[in-house]
């Protein structure tokens, strides 16, 4: 008796002593996940929630299977009824002498296959995969999509994707010219001979996370790169970016920047901007919702723009002007009020600002890319709207055509559009045949 009763307490006290170690053990575990963002720890938190998130994707896509659209293998480029049950072409068709690009994501039977497809009036004239290196990826395609998207001279395609660890190069063809292993994102842009791109780099401290990459186009080699941390120094006692760091400490909040595009002034555009030099950068910090512009050499930042936009993303060097993506993202009890928008900066100047009007409406709550063109007397503009699957393209800001993917999701969008020259496209395409 006096036995059993011995047992019973060194259990009952073994099982406290057990309560009072794991308490003790998640009251440090979350000290350093949730306090000091400590490494390792708190990437591994961040990829289960990631995990999390895509475990919800995919109990979607088993309770979604009977509402599949199934597409097709082997593009036949003159027939585009293999698409018709997955794209809706709408509103007229794309100008004679344009061709527009898109890349999309669909389902194939039970896979997420991601494409980029080239579109003149109204039919599809060629393909090709986008799809990342098995080596390389790290993630299946349903929890990836393509982002950044470059296209030169109507011949080479860059590419990358949320959510992938990789940059590409392709030609026209299909043919992989190189590919770059990491954790590249977001939208990237080129210059004569280099590209420009953002990389994490998980370092321990997110103010050094973000790495601003410059890439030789030919071999794909890295040339050199700068941190956010590089920039903090180079621009004291000036200080940007640290809104979003504790008080008396040095630990910062997660996602304190997301930095969502790198667009490079190129030489053609340098020369409408007295304030700026070719080479010069404007980058976009969605969580700041800022757009600044710095010299990549010594790392000073010539001009910062501040809450003129909401987690705005894709600003592009114009003639003579700058124009962003303002998702204007918003909600008030639950629901949103306010719709995507493209705004206008005159010789980037923030007192020279003004939405563009466009006679359709788009809504994004993150991502989104457009493209203004000025072609003799017509300005034409092609925006994306991802999270509603559609691509809009205006001339003299009306819609003239609309493509939109009629499988909806947040990993099955368009991502990404180009305008590009029909002459030279299919100039370029011949030498594929």
């Known amino acids: 008796m006096k036995k059993s009763k011995i047992l019973k307490f060194s259990i009952i006290y073994l099982i406290i002593s057990l309560l009072i170690f794991l308490i003790s053990l998640s009251f440090v575990y979350g000290v350093k996940v949730g306090l000091l963002r400590q490494d390792p720890l708190f990437s591994k938190v961040i990829e289960f929630y990631n995990f999390s998130q895509n475990f919800k994707l995919e109990i979607k896509k088993i309770l979604n299977k009977k509402n599949i659209h199934v597409v097709k293998q082997n593009l036949n480029h003159q027939n585009n009824s293999l698409y018709k049950d997955n794209l809706d072409f709408r509103n007229g068709s794309v100008p004679e002498e344009l061709v527009i690009s898109a890349s999309l994501s669909l389902w194939e039977g039970e896979q997420v296959k991601h494409k980029l497809i080239f579109i003149s009036e109204k039919e599809i004239l060629h393909e090709i995969s986008i799809e990342e290196d098995r080596n390389l990826s790290k993630n299946d395609n349903l929890y990836k999509w393509p982002h950044g998207l ?3 001279d109507e011949k080479f395609v860059y590419f990358n994707f949320d959510g992938g660890n990789s940059i590409s190069k392709k030609d026209l063809c299909g043919k992989t010219i190189w590919t770059i292993a990491g954790n590249f994102h977001h939208l990237m842009s080129l210059n004569k001979d280099y590209i420009w791109a953002l990389k994490k780099e998980y370092d321990g401290d ?3 996370a973000e790495k601003f990459v410059k890439i030789n186009k030919f071999s794909g080699k890295i040339i050199s790169s700068f941190n956010v941390n590089d920039l903090i120094v180079a621009n004291q006692p000036n200080d940007y970016f640290s809104i979003k760091q504790r008080d008396l400490s040095s630990i910062w909040e997660y996602e304190p920047f997301h930095f969502n595009d790198i667009d490079v002034l190129n030489e053609e555009y340098s020369k409408y901007f007295d304030n700026f030099k070719e080479g010069d ?3 976009s910090s969605r969580s700041l919702n800022s757009v600044f512009v710095v010299d990549p050499n010594d790392l000073i930042i010539k001009k910062i723009l501040f809450g003129l936009t909401r987690r705005q993303h894709d600003p ?6 700058i124009s962003i993506y303002d998702n204007q993202t918003e909600w008030k009890n639950g629901k949103r ?6 705004v206008k900066l005159n010789e980037f100047n923030e007192k020279k600002i003004e939405p563009i009007k466009y006679d359709v409406e788009f809504t994004s709550d993150a991502r989104g890319n457009h493209e203004i063109l000025k072609l003799r007397d017509d300005t034409y503009a092609l925006i994306v709207s991802p999270y509603e699957g559609k691509l809009l393209f205006f001339k003299e800001n009306k819609n003239i055509f609309t493509i939109l993917n009629k499988q909806k999701s947040d990993v099955l969008p368009i991502s990404n559009g180009k305008i590009l020259n ?3 496209f299919l100039n370029n395409l011949r030498l594929c045949n």
Do not use: A, Q, V
Not at 316 to 321: R, S
Not at 337 to 342: A, C, G, V
């Open 150 to 152: 470059i296209i030169e």
């Open 206 to 208: 997110y103010d050094i």
């Open 281 to 283: 950068l404007m980058i």
């Open 316 to 321: 592009d060097w114009n003639k003579g002007f």
């Open 337 to 342: 009020f306010l719709k995507s928008r493209i």
């Open 422 to 424: 029909k002459k030279n």
